[in-house]
C-alpha cells in the first residue's frame, strides 16, 4: 500500500519560510506525478502544486506562483515543498498526494496526514 509522510510544518511570522518534504514507501515517485494540497478550516480543499513524472513539469496554483517551489528527488523518494514569503492566508493542512496528472482539477489518488502549517504574527 501507498505511504506518504509529511514533515516541515510549523509556525511562522508573515514573510517567513518553511520547507515541507513528503517520504513515499512501496513506491517509487519517479513516473508519478505528485504534489501537495492544503485544507484551511472553512475554505475549500485547494491544490496548491504538482509536479509531474518524467520530464519532471511544476504547475502552481494562482495564489502561490513566485513563493512556492516543489521539487522532488526520485533517488530519496521525497517531494519537496519550499514555502516563501509566507502570508496568513497560507495557514492550513497541507497533504502530499500523488495524482494521474497535473492537469487541473486533478483528483488525488492517495495522500498522507498531512502537516500543518500557521502562519501569524
Known amino acids: 500500500q501507498v505511504e506518504l509522510v509529511e514533515s516541515g510544518g510549523g509556525s511562522v511570522q508573515p514573510g517567513g519560510s518553511l520547507r515541507l518534504s513528503c517520504v513515499a514507501s512501496?513506491?517509487?515517485?519517479?513516473?508519478?506525478?505528485i504534489g501537495w494540497f492544503r485544507q484551511a478550516p472553512g475554505k475549500e480543499r485547494e491544490g496548491v502544486s504538482c509536479?509531474?513524472?518524467?520530464?519532471?513539469?511544476?504547475v502552481y496554483a494562482d495564489s502561490v506562483k513566485g513563493r512556492f517551489t516543489i521539487s522532488r528527488s526520485n533517488t530519496k523518494n521525497t517531494v519537496y515543498l519550499q514555502m516563501n514569503n509566507l502570508t496568513p492566508e497560507d495557514t492550513a493542512v497541507y497533504y502530499c498526494?500523488?495524482?494521474?496528472?497535473?492537469?487541473?482539477?486533478?483528483?488525488?489518488?492517495?495522500w498522507g496526514q498531512g502537516t500543518q502549517v500557521t502562519v501569524s504574527a
Open positions: 498526494a500523488t495524482y494521474t496528472g497535473c492537469n487541473p482539477g486533478r483528483v488525488e489518488n492517495y
Open positions: 509536479i509531474s513524472g518524467s520530464p519532471a513539469r511544476p
Open positions: 512501496r513506491f517509487a515517485l519517479d513516473y508519478y506525478a
